[in-house]
């Protein structure tokens, strides 16, 4: 028992490196491709004209919009005919990088060379993405004037600064940031909803189990469902104020989820408490808001609410993380989103021109939750499998050794001798002095030199050849495929070492010796015919002094 649960601590603590491991792996993948973001300086002041949001008459620095606000928002700059002299080719791209915005607008010298959204009703987002115009050199005069124009509805401007340049490297500034603020967004929105359907469908061919993995993938789902908002909406049938309501009840939800799945492995219900109490707050929040301004204000008190859960979600997972490799899971997985929701707030989503945001982070940690679960739940159902399989397998060989010697018994010798064919010897070897040791040095001293015979035996017989206790001090060799010269050979070893072994016992040298009878085995003959052959011959050994082998 104790050999077992050290085994078992030993598994769960290689398995639980591993999960370390990969979480570790993570957090490094999130440091490097920082990193790598911060070393892109391929736009330099000899190839690009970079443009500050201060630069403009009005400031074009992200501004949160007050109830006294209207939706349009003008921005103008002046740049001189020297400021593209240092730039080459007949073709420039003007980059806007995170446009907090509904939609967008920009002139050149009166030239309309970007409009992205709807400027009428603003019935679009384009706050998490960017966008993009090409500025031909033939429109460049002698003072020239860049007109910016957005429509808002609870947020506009941006914190990086408007970039013009050379067509090369605009064309692969614009590549990277549709890699870093689309393409990877949508990899690992579909990352969130394939792993939420794995895990959903595993469910459903294991409901017996647990509802663990049911809540799990609808918590994976219904958060995916919030991380759309991180992609550009350039056309909405409805005002964003519901969409967004709808994206944040969606988290909302997939918080209350991931409660419901850890009560699911726990069976505490405070656990469940404060993701429901956040759930009612947003729907306060949900029904009280009438527009943007104010439930912008409101919510960013929610999101603060989001991360106290997922804290406190945390703590219960950390405080029960022996339990199982699951909860450990849990806890590197709340751990990771904690520190990520942490920046998010406090560092704001982008740490630099190129850097990966925030939530993409999120996105691939929430993704990869239930694929990482889900190994955790079939490698532990695949360890218990082996656990009961081996179990099954002692307890049959239990079944047929003896309790002593760990020689085959009786029950396992009658399954050999039915199978006995022309190319088998038997062989009975009895003890010749066993009750005279037992009356010297005890019962104890005869068990010990019971179990030295049994470990002597099988140094010399073949992986092939049986060893039985047949009872008492008489045991049984049953030597397959074997010659009956080659068995005798192999008997006449076992007798000699016998004769010439002291054997220790409590300060005592102990000496013995042993009678063997031997008889080849016939198909024709019965199992019962077999023995009493072999049988004959000890009683024949035995006659003739002890100590011999006797052949019949």
């Given at each position: ?56 008459d009005h400031d074009f620095s992200t501004y949160e919009l007050s109830k006294d606000d209207d939706n349009l928002f003008h921005y103008t700059i002046t740049l001189p005919n020297t400021a593209f002299e240092q730039l080459g080719g007949d073709l420039f791209k003007l980059v806007i990088n ?450 011999r082998i006797a052949i019949n």
């Amino acid at each position: 028992m104790i050999r077992k649960l050290i085994s078992t601590m030993s598994v769960n603590r290689y398995h639980r490196t591993i999960y370390v491991f990969i979480y570790f792996m993570i957090i490094c993948a999130i440091l490097l491709l920082n990193i790598y973001t911060h070393q892109l300086n391929f736009l330099t002041e000899d190839n690009s004209i970079y443009i500050e949001p201060t630069a403009f008459d009005h400031d074009f620095s992200t501004y949160e919009l007050s109830k006294d606000d209207d939706n349009l928002f003008h921005y103008t700059i002046t740049l001189p005919n020297t400021a593209f002299e240092q730039l080459g080719g007949d073709l420039f791209k003007l980059v806007i990088n995170s446009v907090h915005s509904n939609a967008i607008n920009v002139r050149f010298n009166d030239q309309l060379i970007i409009s992205e959204g709807d400027m009428t009703e603003g019935f679009s987002m384009l706050r998490a993405g960017f966008v993009q115009g090409t500025i031909e050199r033939n429109l460049v005069k002698e003072t020239n004037t860049l007109h910016i124009t957005t429509y808002a509805s609870f947020r506009t401007g941006t914190f990086n600064p408007v970039i013009i340049s050379e067509s090369i490297p605009g064309n692969r500034n614009i590549g990277l940031l549709r890699l870093f603020n689309e393409r990877l967004v949508s990899l690992g929105i579909g990352l969130v909803i394939m792993s939420g359907l794995f895990s959903l469908f595993i469910y459903f061919l294991n409901r017996k189990d647990t509802t663990f993995l049911l809540w799990l993938s609808l918590g994976t789902l219904f958060t995916g469902g919030y991380l759309w908002d991180y992609l550009t909406m350039q056309h909405l049938s409805i005002d964003y104020l519901v969409i967004k309501k709808l994206f944040l009840l969606s988290l909302s939800i997939g918080i209350l989820f991931y409660g419901l799945a850890l009560y699911s492995l726990l069976k505490k219900k405070y656990i469940i408490a404060l993701p429901v109490m956040q759930l009612i707050y947003y729907l306060v929040i949900v029904i009280t808001s009438t527009n943007m301004i104010d439930f912008r204000r409101s919510y960013n008190y929610f999101f603060y609410s989001i991360i106290a859960v997922v804290l406190f979600l945390l703590i219960v997972t950390f405080k029960h993380h022996k339990l199982n490799n699951t909860v450990f899971v849990m806890s590197l997985h709340f751990s990771t989103i904690f520190t990520l929701g942490m920046l998010s707030l406090f560092k704001g989503f982008k740490l630099s021109y190129y850097s990966l945001s925030t939530p993409i982070f999120i996105i691939f940690v929430v993704g990869l939750l239930p694929l990482i679960i889900t190994y955790v739940l079939f490698l532990e159902k695949d360890i218990k499998l082996l656990e009961e399989k081996k179990l099954k397998k002692q307890a049959v060989t239990q079944a047929m050794t003896d309790g002593l010697t760990g020689a085959f018994n009786n029950y396992y010798l009658k399954q050999q001798l039915d199978q006995l064919d022309d190319h088998s010897v038997l062989a009975i070897l009895d003890l010749d002095n066993m009750k005279p040791l037992n009356d010297s040095y005890g019962h104890l001293a005869g068990d010990y030199v019971l179990c030295y015979l049994t470990d002597t035996i099988k140094q010399y017989i073949r992986e092939t050849d049986i060893l039985c206790r047949y009872g008492g001090d008489e045991f049984i060799i049953i030597f397959k495929d074997c010659t009956l010269h080659d068995a005798k050979d192999i008997a006449n070893n076992i007798r000699q070492h016998i004769k010439e072994s002291t054997i220790p016992y409590n300060g005592h040298q102990l000496t013995t010796s042993i009678s063997i009878g031997m008889c080849q085995a016939s198909g024709d003959n019965p199992a019962r015919t077999i023995i009493e052959c072999a049988d004959k011959a000890l009683y024949k050994a035995k006659q003739m002094g002890k100590n011999r082998i006797a052949i019949n």
